[in-house]
């Protein structure tokens, strides 16, 4: 689509907040949603809409929102379908802050959380009632590398009129067809794969069009309202993320699976989690769902936390940081930083174990990312 007044090849940043009419009935018009221009920066942007619109042609979507972070897409989605009285089916197994939105920002407006094991359909079904607005899950769970069958989610939900809100992250939405899946709304944070070099927050709600009150309330008075549209400057960088996302990833994504397939025959690990290792128990199910390639993101149980310390402490070309997806390997310990502040026993619940080390596998040469994990291993 060339949608710059000037034909510049590359979207522009535009950093206005307003937009100027020729007179009081285009204003009017543009306000009241008579003509479809924009009127103000909190709600729309030229440079978001242009990703936006990419995203919709990559995806096949009816609609597509930018917000300033994946948190802001993930609590959006949640908001238009949440009430006083309902309740979230959902699992414990969910990125940590999305666990506390779903378990305590929204408590106090009486939405409930329902937690289940996703993998236990049963118990799914027995959860889904009349009062139910959304089953809320993630497509590969993070740290625990968790595959949920979305197909028989799906079937529960729509039996019962509910949609399905699926957090994509970790696989991009590129590589999958999850909308033929039964997945009716997508969220992503676009901070991780699409932003490649961590250059930039952003989150995306990828709407299917199967709930059409969803995109009334998201475009409707919750973009209006919570004010968490993208800025021009994510936008600009996520769209020229999107240009090189396929190549990326699939890079990353082989390079993760050689990472893995080499750490199987090193000894000093206790266990190497890989959703594209063959004798991993979602091995199937993932291919199924989500195709040839397998995302970026493994962990790796060494004997204790301490261990895990010193692991950490020795990485060489892995760069000891937080985030997902970067074009650089990173690794961190989850039990001690992204859940430092839970209990010992909450992290139980969450299967967040202290011995569990998280590696998210960039663009470097896969051997020395092997050569550096055995160097770091060996001087223990
Ligand atoms: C990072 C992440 C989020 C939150 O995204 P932000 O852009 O940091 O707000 C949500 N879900 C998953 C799976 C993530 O990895």
């Known amino acids: 689509m060339r949608s710059d007044a000037y034909g510049s090849l590359a979207m522009p940043i535009y950093t206005n907040v307003s937009y100027e009419f020729e007179d009081a009935q285009q204003i009017s018009d543009a306000f009241t949603g008579k003509t479809k221009a924009p009127n103000y920066a909190r709600v729309e942007n030229p440079t978001v809409t242009n990703l936006e619109h990419r995203v919709r042609a990559l995806t096949g ?151 059409p009150q969803i995109n009334k309330r998201i475009k409707g008075d919750l973009l209006y309202n919570l004010g968490a549209y993208m800025n021009p400057y994510s936008a600009y960088q996520q769209t020229l993320g999107l240009e090189t996302l396929e190549v990326r990833y ?51 149980d060494l004997d204790s936390r301490e261990v895990c310390f010193d692991f950490i402490n020795r990485l060489r070309v892995f760069h000891r940081a937080t985030n997902l997806f970067d074009s650089r390997s990173l690794a961190i310990h989850p039990a001690s930083t992204i859940f430092g502040l839970f209990p010992e026993h909450q992290l139980e619940q969450m299967d967040v174990r202290q011995t569990t080390i998280r590696l998210s596998i960039g663009l470097e040469d896969p051997e020395d990312l092997l050569d550096d994990i055995r160097q770091a291993l060996e001087r223990q």
């Open 61 to 211: 979507a009816a609609h597509v929102t930018g917000y300033n972070s994946g948190m802001a897409a993930i609590s959006n989605a949640i908001l238009s379908v949440a009430a006083q009285g309902k309740n979230i089916v959902s699992s414990r197994h969910l990125f940590g802050n999305t666990l506390s939105l779903i378990t305590a920002t929204l408590m106090p407006f009486g939405v409930k959380p329902r937690l289940r094991d996703l993998t236990d359909i049963e118990a799914v079904e027995k959860a889904v009632d009349e009062n139910t607005c959304c089953i809320f899950l993630e497509i590969v769970t993070n740290p625990q590398l968790e595959v949920a069958d979305l197909q028989a989610l799906a079937e529960i939900a729509h039996r019962k009129g509910v949609p399905v809100i699926a957090d994509s992250t970790v696989i991009p939405f590129t590589e999958t067809h999850l909308n033929s899946l039964g997945v009716d709304i997508e969220v992503v944070s676009s901070t991780k794969y699409l932003s490649g070099g961590g250059t930039s927050l952003g989150g995306l709600v990828i709407d299917y069009g199967t709930f």
């Open 250 to 300: 699939r890079q990353q994504a082989a390079n993760a699976q050689r990472v893995a397939e080499g750490l199987q025959q090193t000894s000093g690990i206790r266990r190497v989690t890989y959703i594209g290792l063959k004798d991993n128990p979602y091995y199937e199910l993932a291919r199924k769902q989500f195709g040839p390639t397998s995302g970026a993101m493994l962990t790796l």
